[in-house]
């Protein structure tokens, strides 16, 4: 299966930081998106991304579609508390569906 | 607009025995995937249907199987259940057209097995 690597693995941030994390891959993909899951739940979507250099914002929240399409890009603006959980960026191919290995994300208050 | 919903919540099986788990779309939803997540993992995508007919499949045994209904619910069945069997498993439901890569997912349903 397509391997989707995201990094870092884990963040420790204080509130009011901003976070950047990214997902990589060896194949080129159509379309990223970006969700985010917390204790107990499923992941929720947070952002999709249909064209190559594409930055589309969700609040604070902003993501780009690598211009590559190999990669793309999350950042978070002034984290607040609610933000932690874990993120995962996910691609689909054909009928298929993959997911990244996630960024646990930690808000210091 | 009711979200997806999954049933049951929590369930305990012992090895070599069946379970069904159960899925209720998103009102004006038509296609349902489900994905297994190991604990510490992403979610790995099981298979999905569209019309009652699967229609994309992980690298999962035919153990693993599906169905889907004419109101779009659907049903994983999993048969002689292992140990490494355990796991979150979640049901993602997606409108059709331009938007049907777009998933959304419900609570999950966490199946141990011993």
């Known amino acids: 299966g397509q391997q989707l690597n995201q990094s870092p693995q884990s963040m420790f941030i204080q509130e009011g930081e901003d976070v950047s994390m990214n997902c990589t891959s060896s194949?080129?993909?159509?379309?990223w998106l970006w969700y985010k899951q917390e204790p107990g739940e499923g992941p929720v979507l947070l952002i999709a991304l249909y064209k190559a250099g594409e930055l589309t914002s969700n609040g604070r929240l902003t993501a780009q579609f690598g211009i590559t399409r190999k990669d793309s890009f999350l950042n978070i603006s002034a984290s607040i508390p609610s933000d932690v959980g874990i993120y995962f960026c996910a691609v689909n191919t054909g009928n298929q569906f993959y997911f990244g290995t996630g960024t646990s994300l930690t808000v210091i208050p | 607009e009711t979200g997806v919903t999954q049933s049951p919540t929590h369930l305990i099986k012992t090895r070599g025995q069946q379970v069904t788990l159960r899925c209720s779309s998103q009102?004006?939803?038509?296609?349902v995937s489900w994905y297994q997540q190991a604990l510490g993992q992403g979610p790995q995508f099981i298979f999905q249907y569209y019309r009652e007919e699967e229609n994309g499949r992980g690298n999962f045994p035919p153990r693993f199987s599906g169905l889907q209904f004419p109101n779009y619910s659907s049903e994983l069945n999993v048969n002689a259940l292992e140990l490494d069997d355990s796991a979150l498993y979640l049901c993602a439901s997606s409108p059709a057209g331009h938007y049907s890569y777009e998933q959304y997912f419900g609570p999950g349903t966490r199946l141990t097995v011993t």
């Open positions: 009102s004006g939803h038509n296609t």
């Open positions: 194949s080129i993909f159509n379309t």
